[in-house]
């Protein structure tokens, strides 16, 4: 059984590419395959092996104090769905490319958890009673797989051009309780703390993405699967491949 893991984290780091020759050196001792991304922002990590390497590589990890918090969602497969190891320096580990939107400058964009979110879907109403509205902040390629009923979702094919796309639904929303979403967790942090930050206060963030709410509460108020970058495709509600070719 291969173990699936996609983890992030923000926070300021000095060095990346001391940091991305560090992760590249412990993850192919392990024989993990996968894609990590390594900026001055943080780090992104979508890694798959053996259990115990699994465990050992994030016990490495965490053992850096300013990774100590990364939170890490699990899935499980029979094959392994990356070809190889790679990992990359970049600007940002999730390309935004807007002032206004970096975890690094502001206190994180208020987040509901899953469970909350879940109740608030069933009940129709946050607990103040206003709507709420998910907004997937995703592409069109990913939405294809699935999404919460009824969201909001855009038509763009790369994260930059949210804010465009956006713009004319601002005065739709005015009355709601947004919920941005993504995969798990990182895009919908960074376009919940621009948006905040350009005026629509009303927007939270679900903490943990897609992936934590399948983890928390399966597929409630959920249609259909979530896009995953690997060969696996699309995960279902409980986080089962679309293809998994020993399966």
């Known amino acids: 059984m291969i173990v699936n893991t996609a983890a992030y984290h923000f926070i300021a780091i000095a060095e ?3 940091l991305a020759d560090a992760v590249h050196e412990q993850a192919q001792a392990r024989d993990l395959k996968g ?14 092996g053996e259990a115990d390497a699994i465990e050992a590589f994030y016990v490495w990890l965490r053992g850096d104090a300013r990774l100590a918090p990364i939170q890490i969602k699990y899935s499980y497969s029979e094959t392994m769905p990356f070809a190889r190891l790679k ?24 987040a509901v ?26 592409n069109q390629q990913e939405i294809e797989h699935g999404t919460f009923a009824g969201a909001l979702t855009l038509p ?3 994260f930059t051009e949210l804010p465009e796309a956006l713009a004319v639904h601002r005065d739709a929303l005015a009355d ?4 941005s979403f993504c995969t798990g967790g990182i895009r919908c942090e960074k376009a919940a703390l621009w948006m905040r930050a350009d005026g629509m206060d009303n927007v939270l963030q679900l903490d ?11 597929g409630e108020g959920y249609d259909g699967g979530c896009f995953v970058f690997d060969e696996r495709v699309a995960l279902d509600p409980q986080l089962r491949p679309l293809y998994d070719a020993a399966a």
Request: charged fraction near 25%; avoid cysteine.
């Open 35 to 48: 894609s990590v991304l390594v900026a001055g922002e943080g780090i992104n990590l979508f890694l798959a």
């Open 113 to 138: 958890a899953p469970a909350e979110l879940a109740r608030w879907l069933r009940q129709g109403h946050d607990d103040q009673g206003r709507r709420v509205v998910m907004l997937d902040t995703r």
């Open 176 to 179: 709601a309780t947004v919920v």
């Open 208 to 218: 943990g993405g897609i992936l934590g709410y399948f983890e928390a509460v399966g």
């Open 156 to 158: 763009i094919t790369r």
């Open 16 to 18: 990346p590419q001391a």
């Open 87 to 110: 990992v990359k320096l970049k600007q940002e580990i999730i390309s935004f490319r807007r002032e206004q939107a970096s975890p690094l400058d502001a206190a994180r964009a208020p």
